[in-house]
């Protein structure tokens, strides 16, 4: 869509074509992983390997961040790619965390309240990310709530840092975009 126009200049059907790809390549992307989450064999791993997978997801989920906020900064209109952004970035950060979790279970089911099936990982992730803790599930040894305090941190980074990276390349991407600096589409 490089018709060169701000966003409130477009057509109905150009912003609808907007929020179509807003929408439909973020959710297929989430729904990728949690069935790849769910679908593919997991091998259980000891505690060395379980950090070493820990630091792989954190690496990954920085480098789709980056990668997303450099797209950001480099769209004709940012704040739809920015909305692409956190629809990629938060699955993956989301599915990587059960992934661990689960495979802490799995190599010692005492690491938790209760051995951790896939969803039970997933919905474990999910409560410490959004704060809520239900309590039902606990991490009962050291290493688990070791990585437990990592993902605690890692959402106040993802949170407070990644917001403001995605707020300062939406800024970014509007000053290029109003200064006619548009990359070819």
């Not at 109905?12 to 990728?32: D, I, K, N």
């Not at 769910?38 to 789709?64: C, E, G, M, S, Y």
Request: charged content about 15%; cysteine-free.
């Amino acid at each position: 869509m490089s018709t060169g126009r701000s966003y409130a200049q477009l057509s109905a059907e150009q912003r609808r074509s907007l929020l179509r790809r807003a929408v439909v390549w973020p959710t297929g992307t989430a729904v990728v992983l949690v069935v790849a989450y769910f679908v593919l064999p997991l091998r259980r791993v000891d505690d060395v390997r379980t950090w070493v997978l820990l630091v792989a997801v954190l690496v990954v989920v920085v480098v789709v961040a980056a990668w997303q906020v450099y797209r950001i900064t480099r769209d004709r209109y940012p704040v739809v790619q920015a909305a692409e952004a956190l629809a990629a970035v938060v699955p993956t950060y989301l599915v990587g965390f059960a992934m661990v979790y689960h495979l802490m279970s799995e190599a010692s089911p005492t690491s938790f309240a209760e051995p951790l099936s896939r969803m039970a990982a997933l919905y474990f992730t999910v409560t410490v990310a959004s704060t809520v803790g239900f309590g039902d599930i606990t991490a009962d040894t050291d290493a688990a709530r070791a990585v437990v305090t990592v993902q605690m941190l890692a959402n106040l980074v993802l949170l407070g840092l990644g917001g403001r990276l995605v707020l300062l390349a939406v800024r970014a991407g509007r000053s290029r975009s109003a200064a006619g600096d548009d990359p070819p589409s």
